[in-house]
């Protein structure tokens, strides 16, 4: 594949990089993975261009020539690390994990909807899950592995439909005792339906949950309103409390709009005096520019995010939160951004059609056309894999030529989200922005602790 033979003739310029800093007549040499980052001056900078581009003959022989190779030498920067070569093998094959989208059905009408909820109202059926659960266990004592997991999480709300819920979840226990492998469930869930009793059976039976919050109440209430157009805020406290109590402590996901965007701090602040007394963790996360979002005109200013994805942060330190975001990449250096990049990602919709993207769940989905590899066989059962499907996967999870193969923040980024560089492109023009602003501020602090 072209983006393989790219990866192949990779030069040190590929990993390590000059980063202008702004405040200071200075350069940033940033080496991901090999976990170095220091100051230099614009001189040494012109110096270690040819260098770092593969053409040392360029450069004039010099006390400072001999210094700078010296420490590319001693730090083995001209060499890129074992283990961060690109691994081809891997492409269609994950670990024994997978993604069930139970339903498109959703109570709740949230104004950024990617799946666009109310539009669908299909649900699995019961051969389907069946049968996804059957591989997903079948892998795994293939693999030689002890344990699989399985995620309930698409385009609708699982526990709308809780009693198909509940009979996956005792298959699943039973199946998993026949084969002695121990299963983790986990869900991803708007927490508006989890009454008592339902935490009761879901602290049973999940290992990990996440919780959609938007915000405090006028955020929630706002973007997030159920089908009535009534505000869910206190249902989503409720509901978190009554998982609390039973043992499962949700993380909380956020999604961030210019409506909220000023309350990010608040909110922390919020979840750590009244739900969270003891720590916890919210991921923030920019509203993808797709589903109703776009039809809404909905807006995310990247320069607003990132100032109050910084003050969040700063005030989580404080208060005993751990703030996170799929933008704040710094010191989480990766081979690729998600499995959507190898088509490592069996993620099983309502339809019985299998995506490498869990926010592809319906065939009239954007990137429904690329992202769908597989479907359910009703008749033998099983899901059939479309090998060619496949190759267009990876294919498109390539890390584009331009301008991600020269940029800083390749590994840590890798291109962001898979289909975001496919079907959003407005939103992957921000995420880029986001992505290289917070790594360089974190770079660039990081450096300043040192002084």
């Not at 070569?85 to 009408?109: E, F, H, V, Y």
């Not at 505000?231 to 961030?256: D, Y």
């Not at 986001?434 to 790594?439: A, K, N, V």
Request: glycine share 8%; with cysteine.
């Amino acid at each position: 594949m072209k983006g393989d033979n790219r990866m192949s003739t990779l030069r040190p310029k590929n990993w390590v990089f000059l980063i202008p800093e702004d405040a200071a007549a200075t350069l940033i040499l940033y080496a991901p993975l090999h976990k170095i980052a220091v100051r230099v001056s614009p001189q040494a900078g012109n110096l270690l261009v040819p260098i770092l581009d593969g053409r040392q003959e360029d450069v004039t022989d010099s006390p400072q020539k001999d210094e700078l190779m010296g420490f590319l030498a001693s730090n083995k920067l001209l060499e890129l690390p074992k283990g961060w070569a690109p691994d081809q093998s891997s492409a269609g094959k994950g670990k024994a994990k997978i993604t069930m989208s139970l339903t498109n059905k959703c109570n709740l009408r949230c104004i950024y909807c990617y799946a666009k909820t109310g539009m669908d109202y299909t649900t699995m059926t019961w051969e389907v899950a069946k049968d996804a659960i059957d591989r997903v266990i079948l892998e795994a004592v293939q693999n030689g592995e002890k344990k699989f997991g399985i995620t309930f999480h698409g385009g609708g709300e699982a526990t709308v439909e809780l009693k198909f819920l509940q009979k996956c979840a005792v298959y699943i226990q039973e199946q998993a005792h026949v084969c002695d492998l121990k299963p983790y469930l986990g869900m991803v869930t708007n927490a508006t339906l989890i009454t008592t009793p339902v935490a009761v059976w879901m602290g049973e039976h999940f290992s990990n949950v996440t919780v959609s919050f938007d915000g405090l109440e006028e955020v929630q209430d706002y973007q997030r309103p159920d089908s009535r157009g009534k505000g869910t805020f206190v249902r989503v406290t409720r509901g978190i409390q009554n998982l609390m109590e039973v043992g499962i402590k949700p993380s909380i996901r956020a999604t961030v709009t210019d409506f909220g965007v000023n309350r990010m701090a608040d909110f922390v602040e919020y979840l750590a005096k009244e739900v969270f007394p003891k720590g916890g963790l919210i991921h923030f996360e920019p509203m993808s520019l797709c589903g109703r979002a776009a039809d809404n005109e909905l807006t995310t200013d990247p320069q607003a995010y990132m100032e109050n994805y910084l003050k969040a942060k700063e005030v989580g330190k404080k208060v005993g939160m751990e703030v996170t975001c799929s933008f704040d990449t710094f010191g989480h250096e990766k081979k690729h951004f998600c499995g959507a990049n190898r088509s490592t990602m069996f993620c099983v919709s309502p339809h019985g059609l299998v995506s490498a993207c869990s926010r592809v769940t319906k065939p009239t989905d954007d990137g429904a056309e690329l992202f769908f590899y597989a479907r359910h066989n009703g008749q033998s059962g099983g899901f059939d894999v479309d090998p060619e499907a496949v190759n267009k996967i990876v294919a498109q999870g390539n890390l584009p030529e331009n301008p991600c193969v020269s940029c800083f923040a390749r590994w840590n980024c890798q291109g962001h989200c898979p289909i975001a560089r496919y079907a959003y492109h407005e939103h992957r023009e921000q995420s880029c922005i986001i992505i290289q602003e917070l790594l360089k501020s974190a770079i660039i602090t990081e450096l300043d602790k040192n002084l």
